[in-house]
């Protein structure tokens, strides 16, 4: 990755299961690879405030993690689903929650950013503003995925500029043509289907649009680059990487 030119990495949860009492390891060995800890994924706000997971404890496991390692962002999606419609008061004390977490990221020292995801209250555009206008934006940002956005209907591009003050960083993947015909038409069958993304300038999504609305409220954060959900190209990982930083520099000419 850092040989292309990539020069950051967001992690999944599973990397402080896994580094937690040797963060300096980890530290060393991102500093070998040229790679700063950019965002660090911490999984869903439960809705129901009674459910099993203290979400306080969680967050605050995951921000002590990250700041020891030197990130910078941590992850959240809500854990709530797209076709309830979920009365008020019920976003409300989602709101409230998740402005707590943001405050417990914020004593750690770091930024805490909510992603609108796909099968969740966030995949809609009123989904996501439900939450947005529920949360405090001293303490929960936004992270605009292009392409969880574009399957769900949204305009990537509107939200950028929209909630420009909001953003601290964007996930770039594009969206399969097929993909997004199948969402039109049955939401469902798309959230449930084996591959829904690809490469950056092989689907639907419209990054130009979309770096033009960056470049309109004069973002200078990370764009982290992102393929899950995708069928395996040839060549692996590898090959992906470079695909993907080819059709950036394509964008940027």
Known sequence: MSALGFTGVQCLGWVR????????VLRD??????????ALSCGRVEVDP???????????GYASFFSRLGGQYLQVTDGG?????????????????MNELGRIVSDHGLTM?????VSQIGETREGMARVLDATDERYVKLIADVGHMTLGGSDPAEIVRTYGSRLIFLHFKDV??????????????ARTRQYVFCGIGTGVADFAAVLEAMQSI???????????????????PDAAARANWEALEKLRR
């Open 113 to 117: 950013g909510y992603h609108p995801h």
């Open 218 to 236: 004069q973002f200078a954060g990370w764009i982290i680059v992102e393929l899950d959900g995708n069928e395996p190209a040839p060549g692996g």
């Open 29 to 38: 060995r991102l500093a070998a690879l040229r790679l700063k800890p950019v």
């Open 176 to 189: 399969r043509k097929d993909a997004a015909e199948q969402a039109r038409e049955n939401p469902d069958l």
């Open 81 to 97: 689903k797209p076709d309830v419609n979920y009365p008020a008061e019920t976003i409300r004390q989602l709101g409230v929650r």
């Open 50 to 60: 009674e459910g099993p997971r203290n979400d306080a404890d969680v967050i605050r």
């Open 17 to 24: 299961d896994e580094y937690e009492t040797r963060v300096e």
